[in-house]
């Protein structure tokens, strides 16, 4: 059976000419949507890493911090420690010294450590999108990595407030029994380890972050530094980060 195909109106050579056009002027279109895509995630990148570079250097700030007043909390731990081994009935009274209390609380303070926020909103709304997607595997692990440990020192320092807050009685002379010294050295005994597990995790920081091209913020750490010198005192350092 022979089909008679309809021509087109102007010739197959014309015809042709025609769909090369359309098809042309079609991946013209895919292209160029594709370049917009792409430039659009690439400013979306710059500007996510920016945003969480910053996020990340005020927590560097606070983990730097943490090694300025170290000279100030292990002696205030040690003290405490001695104290409570001695024997007696009577407990003098036990207060933490600053230079400057801006405190000023009915209850004075045994043993006080920075509570400082550790931030991740940027980190957490960047999970929830898409832009990490567009991130080199690498970078995405690097800020991963990072957030680990500032979850972890977030909790120490919660745990750290709570076990120092304990504390609060031995700021006031009264009767002390034996049991009641010994819970309190154990409480003692666990603060002295939460620090040293935050200088711990700290000094991760400070080198994960090292590694990914990221340090604490400068005038944050000025700021802090001050603070607690005022605070403190003498006993706050200023350690060069070369030595962190």
């Given at each position: 059976m022979h089909l008679?195909?309809?021509?087109p109106?102007h010739?197959w050579r014309?015809f042709?000419?025609?769909v090369?056009?359309i098809v042309v002027?079609?991946?013209i279109?895919?292209?160029a ?5 792409s430039w659009h995630w690439?400013?979306e990148?710059r ?12 927590n560097l700030a606070n983990a ?7 000279p100030?909390?292990r002696p ?5 420690r001695?104290?409570?081994l001695?024997t007696?009935?009577q407990?003098?009274?036990s ?7 801006i405190?000023?609380?009915?209850f ?15 980190w957490?709304?960047?999970?929830s999108?898409e ?5 080199s ?18 909790q120490t ?11 609060g009685?031995?700021?006031f ?18 603060l002295d ?10 000094r991760?920081l400070i080198?994960d972050?090292?590694?990914?091209g ?9 700021d802090?530094f001050?603070q607690?010198?005022?605070?403190r005192g003498a006993c706050v350092t200023?350690p060069p980060?070369?030595?962190?």
């Open positions: 008679n195909l309809p021509k109106l010739g014309q042709a000419g025609e090369g056009i002027g079609v991946l279109a895919l292209g949507e594709q370049l917009v895509a690439r400013s990148v500007q996510t890493d920016q945003r969480l570079t910053r996020e990340m250097a005020m730097y911090e943490r090694f300025a007043i170290d100030c909390l205030r731990l040690a003290e405490l001695d104290q409570l001695a007696g009935t407990w003098p009274g207060r933490a010294t600053f230079a400057n209390d405190y000023h609380s009915g004075p303070s045994v043993y006080r450590t920075p509570n400082r926020p550790w931030r991740q909103a940027s957490r709304t960047a999970l999108g832009t990490l997607d567009h991130f595997a690498e970078r995405v692990n690097e800020f991963s990595t990072l957030h680990n440990a500032v979850d972890e020192l977030n320092q919660t745990e750290e407030i709570q076990e120092s807050a304990s504390l009685d031995l700021a002379t009264g009767p002390i029994s034996p049991a009641d010294r010994r819970a309190d050295l154990k409480t003692v005994a666990k380890a939460l620090n040293a597990r935050m200088l711990y995790l700290a991760i080198d972050g090292r590694a990914a990221i340090s604490p913020q400068a005038q944050a750490s000025r802090a001050a607690q010198r005022n605070y200023s980060l070369s030595s962190l």
